[in-house]
């Protein structure tokens, strides 16, 4: 048997998308909107005057970027399947969007991670919205060396302290 997956089981990932659809409905997001989006709702503060970070700051973070994808789609198609989640093909793509029962099934969870969770997705919203396919491209690119990279940096010093 494998290690459980904490944060990134198809509940937990599931969840997190259906947060980011709820606070952008009625409008659709694409998956690599989604992966952006979910990376940057539990590591908001690795964006200068974000909010706290939902989850540990850990060493290579920027590496979940990697593996949110597939993540992200289970969580999408549990949710979907219980008719919280549409999926929509069109011109561009695949996107997904919440449905007129996703804001009724959200009030029912009353745990403060789900509320955190919710008040970072209404900033991640805010902040990345409006941000072209491109511009979210250049964002992670600019900062992909740098989100989990202190922990490099402070390796370095605790080796060089410790010889």
Same mark, same amino acid.
């Given at each position: 048997m494998g290690r459980p997956l904490t944060f990134n089981g198809p509940v937990e990932t599931g969840l997190r998308a259906l947060v980011l659809l709820a606070e952008t409905y009625p409008a659709s997001l694409d998956m690599g909107r989604l992966v952006v989006f979910d990376y940057l709702l539990v590591h908001s503060d690795d964006l200068q %005057? %974000? &909010?706290s970070g939902l989850h540990p700051k850990t &060493?290579? @973070?920027a590496g979940e970027l990697l593996v949110r994808r597939e993540l992200i789609q289970h969580g999408l198609n549990l949710y979907r399947s219980r008719g919280l989640v549409s999926r929509r093909f069109d011109n561009t793509g695949l996107s997904f969007s919440a449905t #007129? @029962?996703?804001g009724g099934f959200l009030d029912t969870l009353d745990a403060g991670y789900t509320h955190q969770l919710r008040e970072r997705a209404q900033w991640v919203a805010a902040e990345l919205e409006t941000f072209s396919a491109a511009d979210l491209r250049h964002l992670v690119n600019q $900062?992909? %060396?740098r989100w989990g990279a202190e922990f490099e940096f402070e390796s370095v010093l605790? $080796? #060089?302290g410790a010889g």
């Amino acid at each position: 048997m494998g290690r459980p997956l904490t944060f990134n089981g198809p509940v937990e990932t599931g969840l997190r998308a259906l947060v980011l659809l709820a606070e952008t409905y009625p409008a659709s997001l694409d998956m690599g909107r989604l992966v952006v989006f979910d990376y940057l709702l539990v590591h908001s503060d690795d964006l200068q %005057g %974000g &909010p706290s970070g939902l989850h540990p700051k850990t &060493p290579h @973070r920027a590496g979940e970027l990697l593996v949110r994808r597939e993540l992200i789609q289970h969580g999408l198609n549990l949710y979907r399947s219980r008719g919280l989640v549409s999926r929509r093909f069109d011109n561009t793509g695949l996107s997904f969007s919440a449905t #007129e @029962r996703t804001g009724g099934f959200l009030d029912t969870l009353d745990a403060g991670y789900t509320h955190q969770l919710r008040e970072r997705a209404q900033w991640v919203a805010a902040e990345l919205e409006t941000f072209s396919a491109a511009d979210l491209r250049h964002l992670v690119n600019q $900062n992909l %060396g740098r989100w989990g990279a202190e922990f490099e940096f402070e390796s370095v010093l605790f $080796n #060089e302290g410790a010889g």
